[in-house]
């Protein structure tokens, strides 16, 4: 018997406070809720067993090979990692950009943080002004990274991005 899913989501604004990384069970819950995923389909996916690969991917990446129809589209179209991502930047009111590798400067952004810092906090700096830094991050409720990158950034303000 398939584990039912949470009464409650932890996804919202309640909890950006929360310095959380975000999960299968919850974003499922939200996109059953939204009505992107029918409920039998997230418990599934949820007791699906999982390779070696799987256990270190993003719940979006999850969520996407797991190939599952998007109910709001219907027709058959299944729902991709940049849906669920325009989604997730709804959800979390933060502005979505499509990153185009070609448009960054790497040796700007290089600058900013470390290899080692973006991959630990899954961010990755986009575009770097004199006024502003913007980052996008796979994991929109953690903030920790903010306080110790603000620091370095001689006043340059953060604008986050999904």
């Known amino acids: 018997m398939a584990t039912p899913l949470p009464a409650k989501s932890a996804l919202g604004p309640a909890n950006l406070a929360d ?7 919850p974003l499922l819950r939200q996109l059953t809720l939204d009505g ?23 719940p979006l990446e999850l969520i ?6 998007n109910q709001i589209k219907g027709g ?3 729902l991709d990692l940049e849906t669920l991502t325009v989604w997730l930047a709804e959800v979390c ?5 499509r990153i185009d590798p070609l448009k960054i400067n790497v040796t700007a952004v290089t600058d ?3 290899y080692a810092f973006a991959q630990r906090h899954r961010i990755l700096a986009v575009e770097v002004n004199p006024t502003e830094v913007v980052i996008a ?14 620091q370095t950034l ?3 303000r953060i604008t986050r991005v999904v």
Not at 64 to 69: H, I, K, N, Q
Not at 93 to 97: F, G, I, S, T
Not at 137 to 150: C, D, I, K, V
């Open 154 to 156: 001689s006043g340059r």
């Open 76 to 78: 058959g179209r299944l």
């Open 137 to 150: 991050s796979a994991e929109p409720y953690r903030f920790q990274w903010e306080g110790m990158l603000t």
């Open 19 to 25: 310095d959380q990384t975000l999960e299968l069970r």
């Open 36 to 58: 992107y995923v029918e409920p039998r389909a997230a418990e599934d996916l949820i007791i699906a067993p999982r390779d070696k690969d799987q256990l270190g991917a993003h």
């Open 112 to 114: 900013v943080m470390s």
């Open 64 to 69: 996407a090979r797991a190939e599952l129809s």
């Open 93 to 97: 009111k933060q502005p979505y950009l």
